[in-house]
């Protein structure tokens, strides 16, 4: 199943070139703005598949309208380091993970916004993004990690470089508009094996990401099991599970990004800089290198 | 004034008596949809609630402060901001680069809580005694002029930190996010308490010893520069939290057992308590190593800001 939220505030289950209505299944869950309904609503999903499903199979079909985040401002939004071999042999790195800005989600056609701050260059970094359904904290790092999830979705974690401290500084993430989301949550039994899905970025129809999920150093569970150690996850939570740099490149104004991972969906964003500033096109080879040259942290 | 957490998910300012009065029933007119709705509709709503409350904390009445349970007066944040090193530690040092990162919201310690140590194997756990600054209003891109007016008050934060986990020479944030690893106490004051918050006295005591002590004033980026920074970057939301960073001359272990009482002039003080299953050992006193280390290194001054990495 694939749930989505309109831009009119319902939710749907996304099908076939269509969308079928199934607010109905949530209708007494009482929340205070849109944004904060969803984490309410998920909670609510792990009881209530059966008659969304059934609501689905039902109603009417509509044209898929516009939509926002599936989860428009998450209680908190995770992110993985590097994640990805990246195509080398090396040692897996130590795990390690921050938190960005719940405030920088948008939705599918959004508008990344550039900030008038000096960063040294714009990166897209599309990613698998695991959406929390169940209030969870020490998982274990094996297939019964999956039942905290609500399902998978499509992130681009837009990264400013060059900003903060040298080294250590995730800041240039958390602006806000920095993070697009969505289409759907794609529950988990549409997805056999999340360490065997396709990634890929395109920019103005440019392709410059192209990965698989096979590559990651620590897997989904493996993820999710380090992540709990930590925290306690609650629904609508966002982990980012990290991207492979290889094939990152520049956003700028004007710019149309889409990304897509198989079985979770296809993603889109435009780009605006009211400064209008310019980047070379294509590939970032020299992220791309020196990214392959990490290993021994 | 004074705001607290008390008793079973209960509201209340602390009167001119110094008792807790009750003001749960006078947010109910709000509609919250749970507990967690309190404070940001008091925050929200302050400026119509103050007559009243005024008049509510001068009658007084209430329940002895000793008779109450405080918790964090802050529930659950939208976010918890912190600052990284943001003092000058008593040396000369050029200005550093502004930076910063979120701590997770989730599972907040307050008065009288307690700190879990997890398994994991830190090389230490250390206190940060800081002033934290409560959001008053939803804010982006405030100017100078205008940052003062998006703050509601001030509260003493614990932000307790973890230290040797994840990636060697990035300096891991995520040890300070562990749940029970934010602290915060004992009430929030509003601003109007507080009339320079850059004139502010921090201080630590674990089991009775003096380790931090410090003042605001020392602070590299004052408050008002860290609200318009932080709002050029993050739209700020009514209790959303901004944590000014501590000063490291004074930094030391927190293991199992120890009471910390962590105090902010102006705004009050705090005990959190220490457990660790492990009972593991560090040594006691201050941490003079890292206390040296941070005193000596200049190394982010804002004219060698360039470059950057990937994550």
Redesign the interface.
């Not at chain 1, 790195?93 to 920088?104: A, C, I, N, R, Y």
């Not at chain 1, 470089?161 to 806000?176: A, C, E, H, M, Y």
């Given at each position: 199943m694939k749930l989505v939220l309109t831009s009119d505030d319902r939710l749907a289950v996304l099908e076939d070139g269509g969308i079928v209505d199934v607010s109905e299944a949530f209708a007494d869950v009482?929340?205070?703005s849109a944004a904060d309904r969803m984490p309410r609503v998920l909670a609510a999903l792990v009881d209530r598949r059966q008659r969304v499903e059934d609501l689905a199979r039902r109603g009417q079909s509509m044209p898929v309208p516009g939509l926002q985040a599936p989860v428009p401002?998450p209680?908190?939004v995770i992110?993985a380091?590097?994640n990805y071999r990246e195509g080398s042999d090396r040692e897996r790195?130590?795990?390690?993970?921050?938190?960005?800005?719940?405030?920088?989600v948008i939705g599918p056609d959004g508008t990344v916004v550039l900030?008038?701050?000096q960063?040294?260059i714009f990166?897209h970094e599309a990613e698998l993004a695991l959406v929390i359904g169940r209030r969870a904290?020490d998982l274990p790092a094996d297939d019964r990690a999956l039942d905290a999830l609500a399902g998978y979705t499509c992130a681009i974690d837009v990264?400013a470089?060059?900003?903060?401290?040298?080294?250590?500084?995730?800041?240039?993430?958390?602006?806000?508009t920095f993070t697009p989301l969505g289409p759907a949550i794609v529950t988990v039994d549409e997805v056999p094996d999340p360490q065997d899905l396709q990634v890929t970025l395109a920019v103005n129809g440019e392709m410059r990401q192209t990965y698989s999920t096979a590559d990651m150093e620590y897997r989904v569970v493996e993820v999710l099991a380090f992540i709990s150690?930590?925290?306690?996850l609650?629904p609508g939570d966002v982990i980012l599970c990290?991207t492979n740099?290889q094939g990152?490149g520049a956003v700028q104004d004007g710019d149309r990004v889409e990304m897509t991972i198989e079985r979770v969906g296809t993603l889109a964003v435009s780009v605006s800089d009211p400064l209008k500033r310019e980047w070379p096109r294509g590939v970032d080879q020299e992220?791309a290198a020196?990214?392959r040259a990490v290993g021994t942290? | 004034m004074r705001i607290v957490a008390f008793d079973e998910q209960r509201i209340g300012i602390v009167g001119n008596d110094e008792t807790v009065v009750d003001i749960t029933d006078v947010l109910q007119k709000y509609e919250p949809l749970g507990p967690e709705d309190l404070l940001p509709d008091l925050i929200t709503h302050f400026d119509e609630l103050k007559p009243e409350l005024e008049r509510m904390a001068a009658a007084g009445g209430g329940t002895s402060l000793d008779g109450v349970r405080l918790h964090s007066p802050l529930t659950r944040p939208s976010k918890i901001i912190c600052l990284m090193g943001n003092y000058r530690e008593g040396t000369d040092r050029p200005l550093q680069v502004l930076d910063l990162f979120f701590k997770s919201p989730e599972g907040i310690s307050g008065p009288g809580d307690t700190v879990v140590l997890p398994p994991h194997q830190a090389d230490i756990f250390h206190h940060e005694a800081e002033v934290a600054v409560v959001i008053g209003r939803e804010a982006k891109d405030l100017t100078a002029a205008e940052a003062m007016d998006a703050v509601f008050g001030y509260v003493a934060f614990n932000d307790v930190s973890a230290r040797g986990l994840g990636r060697s020479g990035i300096n891991s944030f995520l040890g300070k996010s562990f749940d029970t690893f934010a602290a915060f106490g004992p009430w929030i004051v509003t601003k109007d308490e507080i009339p320079d918050p850059q004139a502010l006295s921090i201080t630590v005591d674990v089991n009775g010893e003096r380790r931090q002590d410090y003042s605001t004033s020392d602070m590299e980026r004052p408050v008002t520069e860290l609200m318009t920074y932080i709002s050029s970057m993050a739209t700020l939301h009514p209790g959303d939290v901004i944590c000014c960073g501590t000063n490291h001359q004074g930094l030391g272990s927190m293991q199992d057992g120890d009471a910390v009482v962590t105090t902010v002039s102006g705004v009050g003080s705090f005990t959190i308590h220490v457990r660790d299953e492990h009972q593991r050992a560090w040594q006691r006193g201050v941490d003079r190593e890292t206390a040296e280390r941070v005193k000596a290194s200049a190394q982010h001054p804002v004219a060698a800001a360039s470059g950057g990495s990937a994550s």
């Open positions: 009482r929340y205070r401002r209680p908190k992110a380091f590097g790195q130590t795990q390690d993970m921050f938190l960005e800005s719940p405030d920088s900030p008038n701050h960063a040294s990166h904290k990264s470089r060059g900003l903060g401290r040298v080294g250590p500084s995730r800041i240039g993430k958390s602006f806000d150690s930590y925290m306690t609650v990290g740099h990152l992220t020196r990214q942290s | -």
